[in-house]
T-cell receptor, first 112, second 114 residues
């Protein structure tokens, strides 16, 4: 099964509202990343948060990580129609030869 | 700087035909990845290379799939013979720091096997 599971699967909001997306995972991790995918395009890296960090900001993005609950959230503030995309969390498990494992993604629709 | 370059962007082929997907990673990146994306299974890692050497091919579905990286600037993913269930988007990605860090994706090769 996927290491990272995003929630909700789909989210529709009005422009200007905040969008909150969640990711849960099962095993200990070294880091967690969020990626964005516009329709018909490749994934683009948004932000990386390490296991010893609790919160990170990048522009209108805020990511939190709670390792005790094995969960992360991605908050997009003051959403825009251009934020419409799929968002994926990816986790890197601890241990040798580990690699990133992606969830199935959240489809965000921002209505103008 | 150019990103990861994949070709072809779109391919429609008949069942049983050989398919070759190509990838040029970002210059200086020493890790290269092949992913497959479908609605049902999401994004799956097929294989990754470090310094042109295959490190983990546990995601390669079966013997019909093979990948090569003859040099640091080129990789291929081959499917022979192709089947309709291979229809998917195949992404190549590269990373300067290995599989644990930020990965840079190409735009994907959209494969349809009829």
């Amino acid at each position: 099964s996927q290491q990272g599971e995003e929630d909700p699967q789909a989210l529709s909001i009005q422009e200007g509202e905040n969008a909150t997306m969640n990711c849960s995972y099962k095993t200990s991790i070294n880091n967690l990343q969020w990626y964005r995918q516009n329709s018909g395009r490749g994934l683009v890296h948004l932000i990386l948060i390490r296991s010893n960090e609790r919160e990170k900001h990048s522009g209108r993005l805020r990511v939190t990580l709670d390792t005790s609950k094995k969960s992360s959230s991605l908050l997009i503030t003051a959403s825009r129609a251009a934020d419409t995309a799929s968002y994926f969390c990816a986790t890197e498990k601890t241990g040798a030869n580990s690699k990133l494992t992606f969830g199935k993604g959240i489809t965000l629709s921002v209505r103008p | 700087d150019a990103g990861v370059i994949q070709s072809p962007r779109h391919e429609v082929t008949e069942m049983g035909q050989e398919v070759t997907l190509r990838c040029k990673p970002i210059s200086g990146h020493n890790s290269l990845f092949w992913y497959r994306q479908t609605m049902m299974r999401g994004l799956e890692l097929l294989i990754y290379f470090n310094n042109n050497v295959p490190i983990d091919d546990s995601g390669m579905p079966e013997d019909r799939f093979s990948a090569k990286m003859p040099n640091a600037s080129f990789s291929t993913l081959k499917i022979q013979p192709s089947e309709p269930r291979d229809s998917a988007v195949y992404f190549c990605a590269s990373s300067p720091l290995g599989p644990r860090n930020t990965i840079y994706f190409g735009e994907g090769s959209w494969l349809t096997v009829v």
